[in-house]
């Protein structure tokens, strides 16, 4: 996780506009994930980052479809490149519904937020299982403990206003920054979390966001 959390350090004092740059961790070139470890937790966190990071988040066909490269010895191609229609096109897999969900999230920030997209992702919590990050009011905590990750809360120094409610937008629950600006989060089954300011989900359609947008800009 700390190699993560350099390499997007490294992106950020290396290219001019991190904002232009195409985040993605599948390709026509390279293994399916889903051919290297079967854990669904994993390529949930992957996915997460993949949508939430810096730059245009880019999601090789199929890889919403949990593909494997079937056939293959390594996930490697030609096998790698299955034709989409193979899997019906199935809107209620469980990888393709966590996109929708953080595309969602993801437009919410950028209509909330006119600097979010120029906004540098921001490493603000490793340790050897866990990479949060900040990016605008959004803030991402990715686990690599997998689906047999235990149930435990990890303290985050997101930065927000202390009494701010913050929303998990992957499960709704709530939860409220400290004194410090730290949020208590409930990690369980190696799951990732997606935090964004509660009353700023007003007219999103996020979480019992309702359907008519009313902001206050006063909390971030």
């Given at each position: 996780?700390?190699d993560?959390?350099?390499?997007?350090?490294?992106?950020?004092?290396?290219?001019?506009?991190?904002?232009?740059?195409?985040?993605?961790?599948?390709?026509?070139?390279?293994?399916?994930?889903?051919?290297?470890?079967?854990?669904?937790?994993?390529?949930k966190n992957?996915?997460?980052?993949?949508?939430l990071?810096?730059?245009?988040?880019?999601?090789?066909?199929?890889?919403?479809?949990?593909?494997?490269?079937?056939?293959?010895?390594?996930?490697?191609?030609?096998y790698?490149?299955?034709?989409?229609?193979?899997?019906?096109?199935?809107?209620?897999?469980?990888?393709?519904?966590?996109?929708?969900?953080?595309?969602?999230?993801r437009?919410?920030?950028?209509?909330?937020?006119?600097?979010?997209?120029?906004?540098?992702?921001?490493?603000?919590?490793?340790?050897?299982?866990?990479?949060?990050?900040?990016?605008?009011?959004?803030?991402?905590?990715?686990?690599?403990k997998?689906?047999?990750?235990?149930?435990?809360?990890?303290?985050?120094?997101?930065?927000?206003?202390?009494?701010?409610?913050?929303?998990?937008?992957?499960?709704?629950?709530?939860?409220?920054?400290?004194?410090?600006?730290?949020?208590?989060?409930?990690?369980?089954?190696?799951?990732?979390?997606?935090?964004?300011?509660?009353?700023?989900?007003?007219?999103?359609?996020?979480?019992?966001?309702?359907?008519?947008?009313?902001?206050h800009?006063?909390?971030?």
């Amino acid at each position: 996780m700390s190699d993560l959390a350099d390499s997007i350090n490294t992106v950020k004092s290396e290219c001019k506009d991190t904002s232009l740059v195409g985040s993605f961790s599948e390709n026509h070139d390279n293994p399916r994930f889903a051919a290297l470890t079967k854990d669904i937790s994993l390529a949930k966190n992957l996915i997460t980052y993949t949508m939430l990071a810096d730059g245009i988040p880019i999601i090789y066909a199929g890889q919403e479809q949990h593909y494997d490269a079937t056939g293959s010895t390594d996930g490697n191609e030609p096998y790698n490149r299955e034709a989409l229609w193979l899997s019906g096109y199935n809107t209620n897999a469980p990888l393709y519904k966590l996109v929708k969900k953080l595309n969602h999230a993801r437009k919410l920030a950028i209509e909330d937020d006119t600097s979010y997209l120029r906004y540098q992702n921001w490493p603000i919590y490793t340790d050897t299982t866990t990479l949060a990050m900040r990016k605008g009011r959004m803030v991402t905590v990715l686990s690599n403990k997998g689906h047999n990750g235990a149930a435990y809360k990890q303290s985050i120094p997101a930065g927000y206003k202390s009494g701010l409610k913050v929303t998990e937008l992957l499960t709704c629950r709530t939860v409220t920054a400290d004194d410090s600006g730290s949020i208590e989060v409930p990690m369980a089954g190696g799951l990732p979390r997606v935090y964004y300011p509660t009353s700023r989900l007003a007219g999103s359609g996020l979480c019992g966001g309702g359907s008519h947008k009313h902001k206050h800009r006063s909390e971030e």
